[in-house]
């Protein structure tokens, strides 16, 4: 009897042992949700309708070279499966849709979503099931600070930007304005949201002791309006001679525009979210003297810099897996540019990530970036995190507009850092 | 809402399958369906409103706002329980729907239509303003977020609780105050009813379903609110909710919360029209279709139904 | 019309008008800026004008306050927009647009709302809040919702009088407006189908007694209606610049606070609301600086809620007496 007893519990320690093995060699391949031997499965939330549309290629041009790269082996032998869902600039949909992506379809990561608002009512989320949110379209800062310190009830380790932050952008003017041009009296105006104020914050602390005197008036417009006449009319009123548009690409156009119209020739500034040549192109078509605007930018231009390999390797991509973003990309499309830029550094991280990426690895990755040559961004770009630094591209550089109806963005000055 | 033994039996067999259902659907699938609760609560209000006191208002979805805003704020700075910011939702917004019901008074139909209009655009506006203490574009985001599973089991609850207070306050004497006023304001002044305080009485009711029915919406957004999400859209459709769910019946109500809150999900994958505008144009083209096709809504066609089988009934 | 015309001499609100136009005389001669602001206005004053006749004529009409009737004009805007890309000239695009409006809010009345009109109020508000949904659906899916160009009616010259800048394309609007306004006052006062028309809205069963087609005339009313959307839209496109699906949005909610400023009955009350509602809306923004972005259209839905509960039935509108 004890024989057999012995014999039992041999045979149960020999179980649990081999148990013990099988579950530990499991879990050395044990895989994250999203990643299979032959696929990754990534999402992304975009405006593909309403108000924020204009952004709309960019998702598409990420999906190009997604597609190269699936055709030329993928990463490490996975092709990579891009969603590209739309939640219309509306973080009640933006929500849902994320938790489709997360519990759902269950992708490795979040890829490109577009907007602040958007970003934060998905960052908690996203962050507690520790997926990561990676290369949010957006130039809010939250998203390379909050990474170390707490935002809105913890850090979001998970959750990082892409391109240089709005306050960079904006302090880079008001240090060029303070240097150049100090007795300028600037009038500003700006989308009246947090998108707004990031910028008119940074060109304050730009423009450093001469902050007050230089700002001569800040005339504010909703998201949602379609003229801004009134505000062109105050500012011009007030005296200033410089003007500085905050504004996504409707009403920088119609800001451009109107300017002319009311017979106003100040010098202007114009954030970069719409300083992309096809906007540029439709504002003097409407009239506009944009001769001498100027902004700021970080991608090479497919126009300017057509010789160059980057924007030659973009065009082939484009012409063989999304063809019908050539046209717009051969007028200079910054955003389609942006969307390459965006998907090689992720391929690179995916790279980086090892051979059997999961999602920690991937995150190693994304805070030890130091890429110098991403062939969409402008030349000497580096692109560097660290676990001190969440902010991937710090350097821009200033563009000038010349050539009025049919002229483009002409590069100013060196590359400039921002200095976090 | 008189209920009837086979009403009585809907009821139960309804309120089984909604406590039996997230055992057999998945977690994403329950935040879906505390969605059409959410609907439910705010088209409940809404039925009160423009059924039974018949006022119309296209503006509820400013009262979801006052009512979500109400919870994120009070998470947010005081940590408040998140099933208590839902009292305090409701007791706000009934003050609020005091408020609005006064002047609303002096209007009726179309001209009621646009003031409650012109509400449901302006009060997204307000929190972009006061953005100090709204948060402005950045929202406002609750100190605690809950899991699908809890929302579902909240949202229906505390749909059930409001479908209850509903229907005592329907058959009590101030439910034959509203109808009374419904069908004849004339009749119902001369016979006594104090106009003014039941038509405002109806507004404030309507306003809290609608702040709790915010709340819940709130919380199923990760607990973030934000101007974006009560833009004009919600109150429309609410107010569609409404017409397709028809008056005073509880399966009504249901199926109008569920073509609310399930169809911008269904009709994402719809062909042909592609994803990205599928939605919209299912939706429109549903709701005109469902106005030339059952005017009186799904409660339209329940009675109909009924009709058709029992014979004349003497109630 | 011809008698409100008449009455328009002896109103008390004709004070108040004749105050407001001096005020804005004196005030552009005095300040260059004062004056620019109010010919902008004026010019954006006719696109909301314009949509709020389109409401009033459709409401005269049917009683119905058309929650598509901004969706439907930025419809017929990119139906221009298509024949110019297909390489019609932009006039000619332009009236080819007004008929396809015509037959457009023609077809519209008949198929949808006809089915409903005598159901409820509710039912038809319902039924064109889907229409809003449907047609804007619609265009983003033809169309996509990207910036779109559109050559400018008027050209893009800019006259500096006096140190004001008043551009080409403005003046046009204004005069585009006001010959709209005649045309259709004539058009009401002068042919028999407009007599029909004021019969059918009016008394519509004495009507059919004399033989008007009542049906009828409510579904040319509604094709008149989105003429004048296709109008408002066109000058909307041109006032700003670029095409895209929010075109009308913004206005359709001030041409709501100009219908009823002036009067959801009248015509003349509704150009008249959204010229001044354009002026002052401008004016404040430039002297009043608490009212900023966020609060410009808050305060012309406060504008609009002062005069429901002051004066339902607006500036120029008859006041209906309802004793409870």
């Known amino acids: 009897m004890r024989n057999k007893g012995r014999m039992l519990g041999a045979l149960a320690a020999a179980v649990a042992v081999a148990g013990f093995a099988v579950s530990a060699a499991a879990g050395a391949h044990q895989t994250d949700p999203g990643i299979t031997k032959t696929s990754i499965k990534i999402g992304g939330t975009f405006p593909l309708t309403g108000v924020a549309s204009a952004y709309k290629t960019i998702p598409l041009a990420e999906k190009a070279y997604f597609d190269y790269v699936n055709a030329h082996g993928g990463v490490n032998g996975r092709k990579i499966d891009f ?303 660290s676990s001190k630094d969440n902010f991937p591209i710090e350097q821009e550089i200033m563009i000038k507009w010349a050539g009025g109806a049919s002229g483009d963005w002409q590069t100013t000055g060196s590359l400039q850092a921002s200095g976090h | 809402m008189r209920l009837s033994r086979a009403d009585l039996f809907g009821v139960v067999a309804g309120a089984a399958l909604i406590a039996v259902l997230p055992f057999l659907i998945s977690d994403y699938h329950q935040a879906l369906f505390a969605q059409v609760a959410v609907f439910f609560i705010a088209i409940l209000g809404l039925n009160i409103l423009v059924g039974y006191s018949g006022q119309i208002s296209i503006g509820h979805g400013a009262f979801m706002a006052i009512g979500g805003y109400t919870t994120a704020i009070l998470s947010r700075d005081h940590h408040t329980n998140l099933v208590l910011t839902m009292v305090f939702a409701f007791a706000i917004c009934f003050v609020f729907g005091l408020v609005v019901g006064l002047p609303a008074l002096r209007l009726s139909g179309v001209y009621l239509a646009l003031a409650t209009f012109a509400l449901a655009v302006s009060v997204p506006q307000i929190a972009l303003k006061f953005d100090k203490f709204l948060g402005g574009s950045n929202g406002v985001q609750s100190a605690k977020t809950v899991s699908h599973t809890w929302l579902y089991g909240a949202s229906w609850t505390t749909a059930a609780i409001l479908f209850v207070l509903a229907w005592l306050i329907l058959r009590g004497r101030l439910g034959r105050a509203f109808r009374a006023v419904r069908d004849s304001e004339v009749a119902a002044t001369s016979s006594g009813i104090a106009l003014p305080i039941y038509k405002t009485l109806a507004f404030g009711i309507s306003a809290a379903f609608a702040g709790v029915a915010g709340s819940l919406f709130v919380m199923a957004t990760n607990g973030f609110a934000q101007p974006n999400e009560f833009e004009v859209i919600l109150s429309l459709q609410i107010l569609v909710g409404a017409a397709v769910a028809g008056l005073g019946s509880l399966w009504g109500i249901l199926a109008g919360a569920a073509f609310v809150g399930l169809l911008p999900t269904i009709s994402k994958d719809v062909p042909v029209v592609g994803s990205a505008h599928g939605q919209d144009v299912v939706f429109g083209l549903l709701v005109v279709l469902v106005m030339l096709l059952m005017p009186q809504g799904f409660a339209g066609v329940l009675a109909a139904l009924k009709r058709l089988r029992t014979r004349p009934d003497t109630s | 019309m011809g008698a409100r015309l008449l009455s328009f001499a002896v109103r008390p609100v004709n004070a108040l008008l004749i105050t407001a136009a001096v005020f804005l005389l004196i005030g552009s001669l005095q300040s260059t800026i004062f004056a620019q602001q109010t010919v902008a206005g004026l010019a954006q004053g006719a696109v909301y004008g314009s949509l709020a006749l389109a409401l009033v004529l459709i409401y005269r009409a049917t009683e119905v306050i058309n929650f598509a009737q901004g969706e439907l004009a930025m419809a017929t805007t990119y139906v221009a927009y298509q024949l110019i890309q297909w390489g019609v000239s932009y006039w000619l695009a332009f009236f080819l647009t007004l008929v396809l409006a015509f037959a457009i809010g023609f077809v519209t009345q008949v198929l949808v709302i006809r089915p409903v009109m005598h159901k409820s109020v509710i039912a038809v508000v319902i039924v064109t809040v889907g229409l809003f949904v449907l047609i804007d659906g619609l265009v983003v899916w033809k169309w996509g919702g990207d910036i779109k160009f559109m050559p400018a009616p008027f050209g893009q010259q800019v006259y500096h009088w006096g140190g004001v800048a008043v551009a080409r394309q403005d003046i046009g609007t204004i005069l585009l407006t006001i010959a709209t306004v005649i045309v259709l006052w004539a058009l009401f006062q002068f042919t028999k189908i407009g007599l029909g028309m004021r019969a059918a809205a009016l008394h519509p069963t004495p009507a059919r007694l004399v033989g008007v087609r009542v049906d009828w005339m409510l579904a040319i009313g509604w094709g008149l209606a989105a003429v004048l959307g296709a109008v408002a839209g066109l000058m909307a496109e041109a006032n700003q610049y670029i095409l895209q699906p929010s075109l009308m949005q913004a206005i359709l909610l001030y041409a709501f606070a100009a219908a009823v400023l002036g009067g959801l009955e009248s015509p003349a009350g509704a150009v008249v609301g959204g010229v001044f509602l354009g002026i002052f809306l401008n004016l404040i923004g430039q002297y009043v600086h608490f009212i900023t972005a966020q609060l410009r259209l808050p305060f012309a839905f406060a504008v609009l809620l002062v005069v429901l509960l002051v004066k339902p039935s607006g500036l120029f509108g008859h006041r209906r007496v309802r004793k409870v």
């Open chain 1, 83 to 385: 969603s590209i869902l739309d939640d219309a600039y509306n973080p009640a949909q933006t929500v849902p849709l994320v938790q489709q992506l997360v519990e759902q379809d269950k992708v490795f990561a979040i890829l490109g979503s577009l907007g602040t608002a958007p970003g934060l009512a998905t960052w908690g989320y996203v962050n507690s099931h520790k997926v990561p949110q990676v290369f949010l379209a957006s130039g809010d800062s939250y998203w390379g600070f909050c990474a170390h310190q707490a935002c809105a009830g913890g850090t979001k380790p998970y959750t990082i930007g892409w391109q240089p932050d709005y306050p960079a952008e904006s302090r880079m003017y008001g240090k060029y304005i303070a240097k150049n041009t100090p007795n300028a009296k600037i009038g500003i105006i700006y989308q009246n949201d947090a998108f707004g104020k990031n910028y008119i914050n940074g060109l304050k602390q730009g423009l450093g002791s001469k902050a007050s005197s230089a700002i001569c008036d800040q005339e504010g417009f909703a998201a949602t309006d379609t003229t801004v006449t009134q505000q062109i009319l105050t500012l011009k009123g007030k005296g200033c001679d410089t003007l500085f548009i905050v504004a996504t690409p409707s009403q920088a156009i119609t800001s451009l525009v109107t300017a002319t119209k009311v017979g106003w020739s100040p010098t202007t500034y114009l954030s970069n979210v719409s300083a992309n040549r096809i906007f540029m192109l439709l504002a003097a078509k409407n009239g506009a003297n944009i001769d001498g605007v100027i902004s700021s930018s970080y991608l090479l231009s497919p126009t300017v810099n057509a010789s160059s390999s980057g924007v030659k390797f973009g065009a082939a991509i484009l012409a063989q897996y999304q063809s019908a973003l050539s046209a717009s990309y051969a007028s200079g499309d910054s955003n389609v540019i942006y969307g390459l830029g965006v998907a090689w550094t992720f391929v690179r991280a995916l790279q980086n990530a090892g051979k059997n990426p999961t999602r920690a690895t991937l995150e190693k990755a994304l805070h030890s970036m130091n890429y110098a040559n991403n062939p969409f961004v402008y030349t000497g770009i580096k692109i560097q995190t």
